[in-house]
């Protein structure tokens, strides 16, 4: 049981590139979530799911965007890398009892 | 909005002592889940304790207990006989049980607190 996994844990960037970040949960989770944390700060949401096909938007959603095709995989893609999206991202699934589960994050970096 | 306040930046507490790590909140709401993580320099955020707005109990894990106080929307972290594994980032978190999101809500974070263990 691997819990919340995250591909791949650290990239580096151009601005202008684009790249999809893989979120995958093995605990048969319905609500999946998107966070940034930057420097001093704690995680802000970025996108959710409540299950697949479904995505909604969080307290930080532009520039980004999700996918929901198989319920234990969450995507997020960046179309347009800009050095604002410098961060470190975490994905995390909801369990039964509200609590969230954290997979091991991305450390992204946009040159 | 919701928001979540962590007063303190830094505390720093001598091994095997007592520490209390401070969060308040601010929502219109009444039914609601309040959260501990911690986060050690691995980055790995980890759970720490749970607490539901209607259970009146605080709620305990072996050396972890919270004093929540709902009218005054305080929910602080004692950590009992504190070790050396326990230095790391403390973030405290809110979720409405139903919010705009119908139940989906994500979490509200507050900015952390860094604890620090004296050996």
């Known amino acids: 049981n691997a819990g919340v996994t995250q591909t791949p844990k650290f990239r580096v960037l151009k601005t202008g590139q684009s790249m999809t970040l893989l979120c995958a949960q093995d605990?048969?989770?319905?609500?999946m979530y998107w966070y940034r944390q930057d420097p001093g700060m704690g995680l802000r949401l970025i996108h959710y799911?409540?299950?697949?096909?479904?995505?909604a938007k969080g307290e930080v959603p532009d520039g980004y965007n999700v996918s929901r095709l198989k319920k234990q995989n969450f995507l997020l893609g960046l179309e347009s890398a800009a050095p604002s999206q410098t961060s470190v991202y975490f994905c995390?699934?909801?369990?039964?009892?509200?609590?969230?589960?954290f997979g091991p994050g991305t450390r992204l970096t946009v040159t | 909005a919701q928001t979540v306040t962590q007063s303190q930046p830094e505390m720093s507490v001598q091994e095997a002592e007592t520490v209390t790590l401070s969060c308040t909140y601010d929502?219109?709401?009444?039914?609601?889940?309040l959260f501990w993580y911690k986060q050690p320099p691995s980055r790995q955020m980890i759970l720490v304790i749970r607490?539901?707005?209607?259970k009146q109990q605080n709620a305990t894990e072996n050396r972890f207990s919270v004093n929540f106080q709902k009218a005054a929307k305080s929910f602080s972290l004692k950590i009992s006989d504190s070790q050396l594994g326990d230095a790391a980032m403390y973030f405290c978190?809110?979720?409405?049980?139903w919010g705009k999101g119908g139940g989906a809500d994500g979490l509200t974070f507050g900015k952390g607190t860094h604890l620090i263990i004296q050996p």
């Open positions: 995390a699934s909801r369990g039964l009892r509200a609590e969230q589960y």
């Open positions: 607490q539901e707005a209607y």
């Open positions: 929502t219109s709401e009444s039914d609601y889940y």
């Open positions: 978190a809110y979720r409405s049980a």
């Open positions: 799911s409540v299950g697949e096909g479904t995505t």
């Open positions: 605990m048969n989770h319905e609500y």
